[in-house]
C-alpha cells in the first residue's frame, strides 16, 4: 500500500474512534446532517483529498476518495452527501472558468459549502435526454430557468446546486446536443420546494423543485451552451466509483452483523452459524464482497491513470449494489423475526440496499449498457 492510501487509513480509523454507528443511525433518522461527522471528513482533511492545492485541496487520487468511503461506510458511519460534493469537482475542474473554480471549489474542501446536484425530472427519469427543464437566453446575456426537478438530495442544506436544463429543444437526431448545465444559487427568487416523504434512513431529505422564471446570471454556466452532456459524462463515472465505495463498506458491515448475530443466536443450542442454510450464504455474499471490491480498486486506479472506465465503472456500480442487496438479504435471514425489529438497525441497510439498485442510476440500464458496450449487443435505450 502506498503512503497516501496509508494516510487515508489512518485518518479513518481515528474517525471510526470519535464517532459511531447509534450517532449516524439517529441523525438519519431525523434526517438530519450528522455535522460532527461532517466535520471529520472535513478537518482530518478527507474532504480535501482529488482537489488540487491551488483550489484549497491537498491533491490526491480517486482510489484514495474511494478508500475513505469504503472504511467509514464499512464502521456503519454513512455519510452518502460525501458524493456530489465530490463529484460537482470534476466538471468544475475540467470546464469550469478560472473564476468558477476559485469560488466555487475551495468550501468543498472545508465541508463549508455542500452542492446538490438536481438532475431527475418527474417525466422523463432515467432517460436525461427527455428533461424539460429550460434555460433561455436572455438579452442581458442571463439566463431564465423555468421547470421542475424531484427528489433532490439536501436542497435545503445545498448553497448552490449543479443543474442539468435544456438550452435548445430536444433533436430526435442528435439527443445529446441542447444540454447545459448551471451553477444555480438554490435561494434564487422564483424557487420554490416541497419536501418528498422518502423512506429511507438518510442523513438528508429530498425535494421536488420547481423553477419559476429563475434568474441565472451568464457567468454561471459551466461549460460550453449546448453542450452540457460532455461535463455529464465527467461526473457520472467518478459517482459510480464513490457509490462503489459506500456499497462496499455498507455490505461488509451489515454482513458483519448477521455473521456476529449468526455466533450467539442458538434456538436448537448450537449457533446458527453451523447451519450451511446460514453459512454458505454468508460465504458467498464474503466472496461477493471481496470481489465487487477488487474491481472497484481496480478501476479506480485505471480512472487515477487517465484510462476510460466508462464500462467497469458501471460494472463496479451493478457488483457492489448487488454485493450490498445479498449481505443486507443475508443478515436479514440470520436474524429471523428480529430483523424487523428496528432496535437491530437492519431496516436502514435493507432499504439503503434497494436505493442503491435504483440510484444513482438503476442497474437495468447498466445491465443493458454493459451489453452493448462490453458485448456489442444493440443498444436498446
Ligand atoms: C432517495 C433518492 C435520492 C435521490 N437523489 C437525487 C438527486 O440528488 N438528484 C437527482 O437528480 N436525482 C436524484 N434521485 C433520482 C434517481 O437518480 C432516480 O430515481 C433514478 O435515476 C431512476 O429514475 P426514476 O426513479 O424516474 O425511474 P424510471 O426512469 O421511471 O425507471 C423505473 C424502472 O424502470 C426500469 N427502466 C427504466 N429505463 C430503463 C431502460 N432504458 N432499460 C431498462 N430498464 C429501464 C428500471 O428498472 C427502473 O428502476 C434520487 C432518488 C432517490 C430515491
Known amino acids: ?10 485518518i479513518c480509523s481515528t474517525i471510526i474512534k470519535k464517532v459511531d454507528r447509534p450517532y449516524v443511525l439517529e441523525s438519519a433518522k431525523k434526517r438530519e446532517r450528522p455535522e460532527k461527522l461532517w466535520r471529520l471528513w472535513a478537518d482530518t482533511g478527507l474532504l480535501a483529498i482529488g482537489l488540487p492545492e491551488e483550489y484549497g485541496g491537498v491533491g490526491g487520487k480517486m482510489s484514495e476518495v474511494v478508500l475513505a468511503h ?7 458511519l454513512f455519510l452518502p452527501l460525501t458524493i456530489p460534493n465530490y463529484m460537482v469537482r470534476f466538471p468544475l475542474l475540467k470546464h469550469g472558468t478560472e473564476e468558477q473554480k476559485r469560488r466555487y471549489l475551495p468550501p468543498t474542501a472545508t465541508g463549508e459549502e455542500f452542492f446538490a446536484f438536481a438532475i431527475t425530472e418527474p417525466d422523463s427519469g432515467t432517460n436525461t435526454f427527455k428533461i ?9 446575456g442571463d439566463y431564465l430557468l423555468n421547470g421542475q426537478k424531484m427528489y433532490i438530495t439536501g436542497w435545503d442544506e445545498a448553497g448552490h446546486a449543479m443543474v442539468v436544463a435544456r438550452t435548445a429543444p430536444r433533436d430526435p437526431n442528435n439527443r445529446t446536443e441542447g444540454l447545459s448545465l448551471f451553477i444555480v444559487d438554490t435561494k434564487s427568487k422564483g424557487i420554490s420546494t416541497t419536501l418528498m416523504d422518502i423512506a429511507v434512513y438518510m442523513p438528508d ?8 422564471d429563475v434568474v441565472v446570471p451568464a457567468e454561471n454556466l459551466l461549460g460550453v451552451e449546448g453542450r452540457g452532456i460532455d461535463a455529464l459524462f465527467d461526473c457520472l463515472n467518478p459517482e459510480r466509483l464513490l457509490a462503489g465505495g459506500m456499497n462496499v463498506g455498507l455490505a461488509e458491515h451489515v454482513l458483519n452483523r448477521g455473521v456476529e448475530y449468526a455466533k ?4 436448537f443450542d448450537v449457533p446458527i452459524g453451523a447451519y450451511q442454510s446460514v453459512a454458505h450464504p454468508m460465504a458467498i455474499a464474503k466472496t461477493r464482497i471481496d470481489a ?3 474491481m472497484l480498486y481496480s478501476a479506480a486506479e485505471k480512472y487515477d491513470a487517465g484510462e476510460k472506465i466508462a464500462l467497469q465503472a458501471n460494472m463496479v456500480k ?3 449494489s448487488d454485493a450490498l442487496t445479498q449481505a443486507a438479504n443475508i443478515a436479514a435471514n440470520a436474524h429471523g423475526g428480529m430483523f424487523a425489529d428496528l432496535s437491530t438497525d437492519l431496516i436502514p441497510f435493507y432499504l439503503q440496499a434497494k436505493m442503491s439498485e435504483i440510484a444513482p442510476i438503476n442497474n437495468s440500464i447498466i445491465l443493458s449498457f454493459i451489453a452493448q458496450q462490453g458485448l456489442g449487443l444493440p443498444k436498446s435505450y
Open 1 to 10: 500500500m502506498n503512503e497516501a492510501m496509508h494516510a487515508v487509513r489512518e
Open 70 to 76: 469504503d472504511l467509514l461506510h464499512s464502521a456503519g
Open 132 to 140: 424539460r427543464t429550460n434555460a433561455k437566453r436572455q438579452p442581458s
Open 205 to 212: 431529505r429530498n425535494f421536488i423543485v420547481n423553477f419559476d
Open 264 to 267: 450467539v443466536r442458538a434456538p
Open 292 to 294: 465487487a471490491r477488487l
Open 318 to 320: 451493478w457488483l457492489t
